[in-house]
């Protein structure tokens, strides 16, 4: 009898998850340098080819809700109403995310451990700061969509990496208010402070497109 799909998916993404989870571990244990494939698929109790079908590379475990984090960003644009626009439509997903506690504005103990993990590796600095540039085309690509401009649009690829930069510096500042302070919530706090300021100067930018 075959698996109904719901249940493979489920447990697709259980297998997923369990890899991940364990690698996290591992990685704030030993250092992301310091731990091999080998010994995650032995942790995990999966086979090496298992670890690889759902992460082709070693810091794909680390970064394991990039692409999820990517399709956010997309639907926000995507779904906005047509009274909001772009620029100001990230601005409230800003605010939606730390509304409703997502893992992507998490400022806590948990998430430092993240942060010290990346900043101890020069594999996994270098794929953030790929990360970042991907983002920036994700996003330029979806505000010429809402503006119904080419992709190739500067001015849509100027928004992307002020947007990115706004962002950028907002999840700094936040875990540098978590570890002053240990508090999530003054963290939070500072996170969407910088994206308001942000977006004034970025609407002032932008006039005169139509992401504004």
């Keep these: 009898m075959s698996i109904p799909s719901d249940l493979r998916s489920r447990k697709r993404l ?29 942790a995990a109790d999966v086979g090496r080819k298992t670890v690889f ?13 990039d692409e999820e984090g990517r399709e956010v960003l997309r639907e926000a644009l ?28 998490d400022f806590s103990s948990r998430s430092e451990g993240f942060i010290e993990t990346i ?17 920036a085309q994700v996003v ?10 080419d992709p190739d649009d500067p001015d849509a690829h100027l928004a992307a990496g002020l947007l990115l930069a706004t962002w950028t510096v907002a999840f700094i500042e936040a875990h540098r208010a978590f570890r002053r302070g240990r508090d999530t919530e003054e963290a939070k706090a500072a996170f969407l402070a910088i994206i308001d300021k942000a977006t004034i100067g970025l609407k002032a930018a932008m006039a005169g497109t139509p992401y504004v």
């Design 14 to 42: 259980a297998t997923r998850e369990g890899i991940s989870n364990v690698a996290t571990r591992l990685f704030a244990e030993r250092g992301f340098d310091h731990v091999t494939v080998d010994e995650i698929a032995i």
């Design 53 to 65: 079908n759902y992460f082709p590379r070693k810091e794909d475990m680390v970064f394991d809700r």
């Design 78 to 105: 995507r779904q906005r109403d047509a009274k909001v626009a772009p620029i100001e439509m990230l601005r409230l997903l800003a605010h939606r995310l730390i509304a409703e506690q997502s893992p992507y504005v």
């Design 119 to 135: 900043q101890a590796s020069e594999t996994l600095k270098a794929r953030a700061r790929a990360i970042r540039a991907e983002l």
């Design 140 to 149: 330029t690509v979806a505000l010429a969509e809402c503006g119904g401009r």
